[in-house]
């Protein structure tokens, strides 16, 4: 039986919602209801002010808040650590908070948590900075050991005063654990960092993109012990640009080689001006390495946005990714979209911001079009303004 489905029979089956206006929403879902019928929400956590990203290890959640931290005296987001529920009877409680901290600058955006769990790292998009904290054993989020401040040194040509700062987005370890990527929009670079451990970071080379690219967030695909996929989605040109990354021991070091550039937007599209007519937002991959999607956000019309899908060739890095069709989100403004963690990926679901709605879309493993809508949830009224709806999914 595969796992969402056994999930699905013992009740398990959900999501937490970063709800920008309301706070860490807990969702069941049972794809055997009615779509109207099939997501509820059953606890609400409060997560500071416009909770923005949501990132689990183990039984702990973390969290991170667009600003005013720890009151309205301040600008600053908040980063928190949270305990889940500790058995199916309390699925019904609220997160548990074990520990809060200042995110350190404006405009906390995104965090994320090593893979040995020792290391946090939070990212301030307004403020242009990074933090890094050590994490003990049980979670609790320790004084940071590193923080950064970027600075721009010319404007970049992304409309809107889209590049008038660093604006980092993300702040991603990659698969060892070793190693840190902020992508900043502002700066068209992204930074890494080697990091052992949260007292022992240094930055090495960045890499750098084409003016007007806008970088936003990354992911990352094991090839084997020495060589990883890496890809980068530009938000303002609508790309995904896939690297590999050779791993060299001695010194401690990493080579980056890209491949491929290819649009979001269309099939053998060119790297789209960076108007801010349209702009991606978030891309993931299936676990069994057969596809891709990426989001697309378009600012000029209240219509449906779409997910770009890709079929993927790990032998042919220069044709890696091949553009096969996009389906409609639903929704306006898909700010994030997340696989179910099943072994097939059978459900995708998206954050619409815009429309302030969630929608479960199942998977066609074979195709990877969408197949029909599992459930479809309004979290309140449609604003279509920024900070108020739907902003992350993290699957249980």
């Not at 099939?38 to 909770?51: N, V, Y």
């Not at 979001?264 to 702009?279: I, V, Y």
Request: with cysteine; aromatic share 10%.
């Amino acid at each position: 039986m595969a796992a969402a489905d056994s999930a699905s029979e013992t009740g398990l089956l959900g999501f937490y919602v970063a709800q920008q206006n309301q706070g860490i929403l807990e969702v069941s879902f049972d794809p055997a209801k009615a779509p109207e019928d099939a997501l509820s929400i059953i606890a609400t956590t409060e997560a500071g002010t416009q909770p923005q990203w949501l990132r689990g290890y183990k039984d702990k959640i973390y969290a991170i808040s667009r600003t005013t931290f720890p009151d309205a005296t301040s600008t600053s987001g908040g980063v928190f650590a949270f305990q889940r529920p500790s058995s199916t009877e309390e699925a019904w409680r609220p997160l548990k908070l074990l520990d809060s901290k200042s995110s350190h600058g404006q405009g906390g955006v995104h965090c994320d948590v090593s893979p040995d769990g020792r290391t946090l790292a939070a990212t301030n998009i307004e403020g242009s900075t990074m933090a890094i904290y050590p994490l003990s054993s049980d979670g609790l989020i320790g004084k940071p050991a590193y923080k950064v401040e970027y600075t721009l040194k010319e404007f970049g040509p992304g409309a809107k005063g889209s590049q008038t700062e660093s604006f980092p987005h993300e702040s991603a370890f990659d698969p060892s654990g070793q190693f840190i990527f902020i992508p900043a929009r502002g700066e068209d670079r992204v930074h890494v960092y080697s990091v052992p451990s949260a007292d022992k970071v240094r930055q090495l080379e960045d890499i750098v993109v084409p003016p007007g690219t806008g970088p936003r967030h990354t992911a990352f695909r094991i090839v084997n012990r020495t060589k990883t996929f890496f890809y980068l989605l530009g938000e303002l040109d609508n790309t995904i640009r896939v690297y590999t990354i050779d791993y060299i021991e001695t010194p401690n070091r990493l080579t980056f080689t890209l491949h491929q550039t290819i649009s979001t937007l269309g099939a053998n599209l060119p790297p789209s001006p960076p108007d801010r007519a349209s702009l991606a937002s978030e891309m993931a991959f299936t676990t069994d390495g057969k596809f891709a999607y990426a989001s697309n956000r378009n600012t000029i019309s209240r219509g449906s946005d779409t997910l770009a899908i890709y079929s993927i060739n790990d032998s042919d890095p220069a044709n890696h990714l091949t553009y096969i069709a996009r389906e409609k989100t639903l929704g306006k403004i898909p700010r994030h979209f997340a696989l179910s963690p099943d072994e097939k990926n059978k459900y995708l679901c998206v954050a619409n911001e815009y429309s302030n709605e969630i929608v479960v879309f199942e998977r066609d493993e074979h195709t990877g079009l969408m197949k029909e809508v599992k459930g479809r949830l309004s979290l309140g009224e449609a604003l279509f303004k920024a900070r108020n709806g739907p902003a992350c999914i993290l699957w249980k």
